[in-house]
Nanobody, 122 residues
Framework: QVQLVESGGTLVQAGGSLRLSCAAS????????MGWFRQAPGKEREFVSV????????LYADSVKDRFTISRDNAKNTVYLQMNSLKYEDTAVYYC???????????????WGQGTQVTVSS
């Protein structure tokens, strides 16, 4: 069982930056690919980014490419999402997700956090 706890969400002005963190309570964190998804009000949850077990491979949604950076620290059981040049349309609840492989995360991961709210003011 993997428990995920997100943090770092807050209110930020457009153009600003924010870093989200997701702490995993699992002994074998390095065995999981990790990802971020988001859900805006009235919209379906969408993929944001994913990182492989070692951190050597990453993928991003086109909407966040070149603005967001995913990273992980396997020694701290934590995955991060650095968000720069934030836009109003980035407002959403951001969820951390985990599964054994990158493809599994992108397709709808097995483990999910409770989410953290990011609000970008225009």
């Amino acid at each position: 069982q993997v428990q995920l706890v997100e943090s770092g969400g807050t209110l930020v002005q457009a153009g600003g930056s924010l870093r989200l963190s997701c702490a995993a309570s699992v002994l074998t964190f390095s065995r999981y690919a990790m990802g971020w998804f988001r859900q805006a009000p009235g919209k379906e949850r969408e993929f944001v980014s994913v990182i492989s077990r070692t951190g050597g491979s990453t993928l991003y949604a086109d909407s966040v490419k070149d603005r967001f950076t995913i990273s992980r620290d396997n020694a701290k059981n934590t995955v991060y999402l650095q968000m720069n040049s934030l836009k109003y349309e980035d407002t959403a609840v951001y969820y951390c997700a985990a599964d054994a492989f990158v493809r599994a995360v992108v397709g709808g991961a097995k483990y999910w956090g409770q989410g953290t709210q990011v609000t970008v003011s225009s």
